[in-house]
């Protein structure tokens, strides 16, 4: 079953984009675990192109891989296999990003961030090692220039270069034995899964012949899998190809839920099957990721950490609503500028993740993760589990709605909600976790509470049966 984390039934994953592995092994054990987190997305770990070109050190040079060898900004093996063990015993998986696609873009060469030396131009990388044979060749690629540039054609899109990075042949057996080593050797670490990038570039097929090359995790059961495929109904390619291989990314949900954010009075239909988007069981959904942030991957207009308020707003709508498996972004700043890397010393390695008095980050990460109504709505994801939405009300830019009769979630974008809703929940006092337990909501015996929300920075409440008290 690729759609399992293997997290123990938790809910919900945070992408720690760029952190180093020693901070997400900090990380786990002074938040995340306590916090109920199924895991985290790490960065690509594997040796990829040291970019110093027309920019130094994007972000996106993590994306151009040299070799399988665990060597990246954020640690070593010996760094990772560390993170990997401390997060799991405190109940944490890791999940990475792995890019087997393509290997380093056409006219890169020189040393990777594992030493290894490479020439894409000559697809030459000796320390997989992967040559000319193990690459696409123009004449199986449609386009004139050998580039992907048809997302009306699936031979475009998969058998062409994207944006230039010279793109491996997943046909191929040894191609195939060379990714699943990759993954075996991730999982003998301790991996629970995978997210697949640039999966709609892939056969669906060759895929799933990898993954079944795939060992299955020591506790049992095959490791996780999401694919990163950008369906937004504008090409030939569709989320629903990959059901077999696990769960699939569903961008349509980051425009739905940025538009829902705007205007409560879209919230209601942020899941939207009549316009094609993938099901509950395998809808991998976020309200923004690495990419559409800062513009790439089909971006624009998303609600981001840019505006605080709304972007709260979205991520725990995201958290409360019964619809995918929830991952949730962890940045850091930036401005004008969408190749900025990580927050950085002067040589480059990347800073440390400091943590304020007040729980949030320093140093220039954002952590989202950390702002309570979405760090706080784990907890409510993972109760809810299992139930559906009921007593939806929905007026004035204003919703509430109960999950079964395991939690109640309210917002208000406008104004000052103060009315008597049905919370569907027992009788009882009950602790509002968006503001750690300042607030109190009673429920009576038939099941109503006077729910009250100001017109703050975080207008939302929310509680749940079984929550602190
Ligand atoms: C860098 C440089 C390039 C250079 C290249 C090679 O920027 O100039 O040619 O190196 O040297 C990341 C960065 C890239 C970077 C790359 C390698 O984003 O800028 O290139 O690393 O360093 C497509 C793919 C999707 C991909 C996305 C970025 O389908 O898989 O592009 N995402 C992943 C990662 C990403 C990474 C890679 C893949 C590569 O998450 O971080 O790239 O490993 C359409 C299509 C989408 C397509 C987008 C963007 O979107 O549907 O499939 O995503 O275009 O090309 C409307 C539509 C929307 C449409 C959009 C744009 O919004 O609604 O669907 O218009 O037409």
Redo the contacts with the bound molecule.
């Keep these: 079953d690729y759609t399992d984390p293997h997290c123990s039934g938790k809910q919900a994953i945070v992408h720690l984009f760029e952190w180093k592995f020693s901070d997400i092994a900090n990380e786990c054990e002074r938040y995340l675990g306590k916090k109920g987190f199924c895991g985290v997305q790490t960065s690509p770990v594997n040796e990829y192109t040291v970019i110093t070109k027309e920019y130094i050190r ?1 972000w ?2 993590r ?2 891989p040299v070799s399988y060898k665990i060597a990246s900004r954020s640690g070593n093996e010996v760094e990772f296999k560390n993170m990997v063990d401390r997060c799991k015993n405190v109940g944490v998986r890791i999940y990475v990003d792995v ?1 087997i ?2 290997m ?5 060469t020189g040393k990777g961030t594992g030493g290894s030396s490479f020439d894409s131009s000559n697809y030459d990388f000796p320390g997989v090692p992967f040559s000319r044979q193990h690459f696409n060749d123009k004449d199986k690629c449609p386009s004139h220039d050998g580039m992907v540039n048809n ?1 009306g054609d699936p031979n475009n899109v998969r058998n062409c270069f ?4 010279t793109d491996l042949d997943q046909k191929q057996e040894y191609v195939r034995n060379k990714i699943a080593g990759f993954f075996n050797h991730l999982i003998d670490l301790g991996v629970a899964g995978f997210r697949v ?2 999966a ?2 892939m056969w669906p097929g060759d895929i799933l012949a990898i993954q079944k090359l795939t060992k299955n995790l020591p506790e049992g059961g095959t490791p996780f899998f999401y694919h ?1 495929v ?3 109904n ?2 030939a390619i569709k989320v629903n190809e990959y059901y077999p291989n696990g769960l699939v990314t569903e ?1 349509r949900f980051c425009q739905k839920i940025a538009q829902g954010a705007r205007n409560f009075g879209e919230l209601g239909g942020v899941y939207d099957p009549g316009w094609g988007m993938a099901d509950s069981d395998h809808a991998f959904v976020f309200v923004d ?3 559409n942030q800062r513009g ?5 207009n998303r609600v981001t950490h840019k505006t605080p308020r709304d972007y709260k707003i979205a991520v725990a709508f995201m958290l409360a609503n019964d619809y995918g498996f929830p991952r949730i972004m962890s940045s850091y700043y930036f401005g004008d500028d969408s ?1 900025q890397g990580p927050p950085h010393n002067s040589d480059y390695s990347i800073k440390d993740v400091t943590i304020e008095n007040n729980g949030l980050c320093g140093n220039g990460w954002v952590c989202e993760h950390r702002w309570n109504p979405i760090g706080n709505m784990v907890a409510f994801r993972n109760a809810v589990t299992g139930t559906t939405k009921v007593h939806w009300k929905d007026q004035n830019d204003q919703v509430s709605f109960a999950r079964g009769n395991k939690g109640f979630f309210a917002m208000a974008k406008q104004g000052h909600m103060d009315e008597t809703l049905q919370t569907g929940l027992p009788a009882g006092e009950y602790c509002d976790l968006i503001t750690d337990c300042k607030k109190k909501i009673t429920v009576d015996g038939s099941g109503n509470a006077h729910i009250v929300i100001d017109n703050s920075e975080e207008p939302i409440l929310a509680f749940i049966v079984g929550g602190p008290s």
């Design positions: 994007p996106w040079e994306y151009q890019v696609n393509h380093a873009g056409l006219g890169r997302y994207l944006v230039g990075l990038d640039a709609k570039h990163e950008i369906d937004q504008d090409g961008f990721n690495h990419d790439h991957g089909g971006g624009g190749s």
